[in-house]
């Protein structure tokens, strides 16, 4: 069984930054593709960001790129998102994902994702 549990939500004013946490745990190898995904009311839920095992690879959604980080420490098991210059309309709970075949290039599509975490909820307020 595989574990992900998210850190590091909150409330900010607008302009400002957080940095989000992702654990995982259990039957998990360093070779997994990490992502982020977030969810607003009403809306779908959409990519933000995903980094390849090695850290090498990244992509990003239009809408983060230049504010957003995605990095990773395989020795901890860890995946984080860096959000700076935060607007309100990144209000979401977002969502850590992995990848066990750490395809590459990685994916945008939640579909590819195996396992996910149980979410935590990030508001940024005007």
């Known amino acids: 069984q595989v574990q992900l549990v998210e850190s590091g939500g909150g409330l900010v004013q607008a302009g400002g930054s957080l940095r989000l946490s992702c654990v995982a745990s259990?039957?998990?190898?360093?070779?997994?593709?990490g992502a982020w995904f977030r969810q607003a009311p009403g809306k779908e839920r959409e990519f933000v960001g995903a980094?390849?095992?090695?850290?090498?690879?990244?992509n990003y959604a239009d809408s983060v790129k230049g504010r957003f980080t995605i990095s990773r420490d395989n020795a901890k098991v860890t995946v984080y998102l860096e959000m700076n210059s935060l607007r309100p309309e990144d209000t979401a709970v977002y969502y850590c994902?992995?990848?066990?075949?750490?395809?590459?290039?990685?994916?945008?599509?939640?579909?590819?994702?195996?396992?996910w975490g149980q979410g935590t909820q990030v508001t940024v307020s005007s």
């Open positions: 980094i390849s095992w090695s850290g090498r690879t990244t």
């Open positions: 259990g039957r998990i190898f360093s070779s997994y593709t």
């Open positions: 994902a992995a990848d066990r075949e750490g395809t590459v290039p990685v994916s945008t599509d939640s579909k590819a994702y195996d396992y």
